[in-house]
């Protein structure tokens, strides 16, 4: 599959998605470019404007089997990976797979639950398989984790570590629609919900392909020393405590490749290094706390990094 085909097949993919989530094509596009770089996504944002539908609508165009978990103070690890049950007929013991064994899972306010079941996703997310008494289980391909988190309640949640933070790719906001789309959905939404008209656009092969095809995406050396000029700056910065891993570089070189390939091309630009920075660097940059109490956020620590570094001004195509 070369990139036309794999831009071609994504803006079908982001054209049905828009059925249900009106208004909002850079957001799909950014969801959709985070799975074909293989990446899981955290959508943080206020109740009501659309997160767990477009989890639900990318399911459904993608073809992709769909496992929802409602994460609650009082939802245990093996809720979420499974268990071993013993049968009684045989006298064995049976593993009965829990919903994480799904190509899309759909984390829901994954604040909400204790940091020990928290951390029952860190192994999924990083090595695709699941440990259930001592026996490692492959999880299925494509695997896609969209988590939710709602910023505004913090009354009975549990704020997600550092390490897991880490293991999401990108972090987004949904945001209000603007007045034209909001009517837009009213009037969409009068009979019927839209994402129950959703059919699928693709399968698991074909998502296989492509992310297979992303990864042949080119990325020149200045590009490459353009990201990691801002990723150092990250650990520098007098503000930030932690900065970005060696896998959040590697997180947007995967995402910037990914996000080439929909728009058509076959190279990466430093602007999709840019683009794609506000989304997967600042959920890894920890702030000083004397900066934190003066208000001072890591988006607004990356946008001063992003002005003081210029970009490349010639990078090879091929």
Do not use: W
Request: aromatic share 4%; net charge negative.
């Amino acid at each position: 599959m070369n990139s036309q085909q794999v831009a071609l097949k994504a803006q079908q993919i982001v054209s049905a998605v828009e059925k249900a989530i009106v208004g909002k094509n850079d957001t799909v596009t950014m969801a959709l470019a985070i799975l074909l770089a293989q990446g899981h996504l955290l959508i943080e944002d206020i109740p009501g404007v659309g997160k767990t539908t477009l989890a639900k609508s990318l399911a459904k165009a993608l073809g992709l089997k769909f496992k929802r978990i409602q994460f609650t103070p009082d939802l245990l690890p093996s809720d979420i990976t499974g268990s071993s049950i013993y049968n009684q007929k045989t006298g064995d013991f049976e593993v009965r797979p829990g919903p994480v064994f799904a190509n899309l899972v759909l984390a829901d306010e994954i604040n909400r639950t204790t940091p020990k079941t928290q951390a029952a996703l860190l192994e999924c997310m990083e090595e695709q398989q699941v440990t259930i008494d001592g026996s490692g289980l492959a999880l299925p391909s494509p695997f896609f984790v969209i988590a939710t988190q709602n910023n505004i309640e913090m009354a009975g949640t549990y704020p997600l570590p550092e390490a897991q933070m880490d293991r999401f790719m990108a972090r987004i906001a949904m945001g209000y629609p603007d007045r034209t789309a909001e009517e837009n959905i009213l009037k969409g939404q009068i009979t019927s919900r839209p994402v129950d008209s959703i059919e699928p656009i693709s399968c698991e092969s074909e998502i296989l392909e492509m992310q297979k095809a992303v990864r042949t995406v080119f990325v020149d050396e200045a590009v490459q020393s353009f990201l990691l000029d801002i990723v150092v700056a990250t650990r520098t910065h007098s503000s930030v405590a932690l900065g970005a891993s060696p896998r959040g570089a590697l997180a947007l070189q995967y995402s910037a490749q990914a996000l080439a390939a929909i728009e058509e091309r076959d190279f990466v630009k430093p602007d999709d290094i840019k683009r794609l920075a506000a989304i997967v660097l600042p959920h890894r940059m920890l702030i000083r706390p004397e900066q934190r109490i003066r208000g001072i956020t890591s988006d607004e620590c990356l946008q001063d990094i992003l002005a003081s570094i210029s970009p490349p001004v010639a990078a090879r195509i091929r």
